[in-house]
Each structure stands twice: as C-alpha cells, then as structure tokens.
T-cell receptor
C-alpha cells in the first residue's frame, strides 16, 4: 500500500493563478479531507468528503474547491491564488466514523508570490 | 464550536528528561482525543488516541496520555525522552458521536515543537 499520496511536493504560484493539488489513497477509505498547516495555528480543515460524490466545507473553505468523483481521489483546487494561501497542505483519509485514525499524506508546500 | 489549546509552543529538554505536554479542549459533548506527531521532514502520524474506556492511554514509542474529563484535558507524557523524540506534537479532538455523515473532522491545537538535546 502506498497509503496517502500527494502531488506536487512543492509549488510556487503567482497571485491570480489557479492550480490543483492532487491527493490519492489506496486504502478504500470513505473519508478524505484537506488541511492547511500554518505556524502556530496547527492544522485547519479546508474541505472534507464522506464518500464519492459528497463533499462539505470545513473551517477555512474560502478560495478552494473540491470534488470527489472516485473513492480514491480528492483533488483540491485553488481558483485564484492569493499570498494568504501560502501554506503547507495535507490530505488525509480514514474510515468513515470519528474514532478512526486519520492517515496523512506527505504534504504540498505552496508559495504564492 | 470545538477548540483545542496547547499551552507550550516550544519545549527544550535534555535526553532522559521527562516530558509533559498540555492539551485542553473546549467541547460540550462526547469527544475522541488524539495526539499526532510530525518528525522533521515527515508527515503526521498517530501517537495515541482515546475514544472510550481506560482514561490512561498508551501509545507508540513509550508515550502515554491521560484523559481527565472534569478538566477537559488530555496531556501527553513520556518518562524519559530521546533525541529522536525531537518533533512537533499536535493534540486534536473530534466529536465522539458516531455519525457517518459528519465524517471524521479533526480540530487541532497549535502544536508544540519539542527539541531534545543530546
């Protein structure tokens, strides 16, 4: 099992550009989520999905879109990048209910100039 | 809304010293509690979790944590640290209600960076 994979590992964007961060898992997990990690603020939930075709907003959803067409993939789209979106982005997956361990990907470090 | 507070942002200690990291949460209902660790250059991995039963939970690498419901706390401890424990530690909480539609949303604390000097 590869677990949770993310691409790219690093990305630099200019303000206003768009891009998609990729996330895939091979554990047949129902639940997938995106977090951003900023110094001193821990990880904050951006969007999550409880299954294919079902997504919902987390704590900091503005400026991001998601979709979940398959169980395995959960891409995160930045519509028009802003410097405030400079962060490290983590994708995670788990079985569906809240006592289950979440497995995290290696992260994508994004810089918006 | 849930919130999690980690009292120490940075901790520096020597090898063989004892470690205790504080975590307090704010939530009115049943909770599940987690400690995750992020070693330098690596992604987050689970140290331990509590969702029911014995409030003293043992995890990997000699770590343990105690859930004190009356204090809304879930402090992490290790009796004797090693240089390899240098990492950032995150406390996290989610609702204990097993509602699949709610998923597995975690609320994280701000993290504590621990540096163990050899």
């Amino acid at each position: 099992n590869a677990g949770v994979t993310q691409t790219p590992k690093f990305q630099v964007l200019k303000t206003g550009q768009s891009m998609t961060l990729q996330c895939a898992q091979d554990m047949n997990h129902e639940y997938m989520s995106w977090y951003r990690q900023d110094p001193g603020m821990g990880l904050r939930l951006i969007h999550y999905s409880v299954g294919a075709g079902i997504t919902d907003q987390g704590e900091v959803p503005n400026g991001y879109n998601v979709s979940r067409s398959t169980t395995e993939d959960f891409p995160l789209r930045l519509l028009s990048a802003a410097p405030s979106q400079t962060s490290v982005y983590f994708c995670a997956s788990s079985r569906g209910t809240s006592a289950n361990t979440q497995y995290f990907g290696p992260g994508t470090r994004l810089t918006v100039l | 809304a849930q919130s999690v507070s980690q009292h120490n942002h940075h901790v520096i200690l020597s090898e063989a010293a004892s470690l205790e990291l504080g975590c307090n949460y704010s939530y009115g209902g049943t909770v599940n509690l987690f400690w995750y660790v992020q070693y330098p250059g690596q992604h987050l991995q689970l140290l331990l979790k509590y969702f029911s039963g014995d409030p003293l939970v043992k995890g990997i690498k000699g770590f343990e944590a105690e859930f004190i419901k009356s204090k809304f706390s879930f402090n992490l401890r290790k009796p004797s640290v090693q240089w390899s424990d240098t990492a950032e530690y995150f406390c996290a909480v989610n609702s204990g209600a097993m509602i699949k539609a709610a998923g597995n949303k975690l609320t994280f604390g701000g993290g504590t960076r621990v540096l163990v000097k050899p």
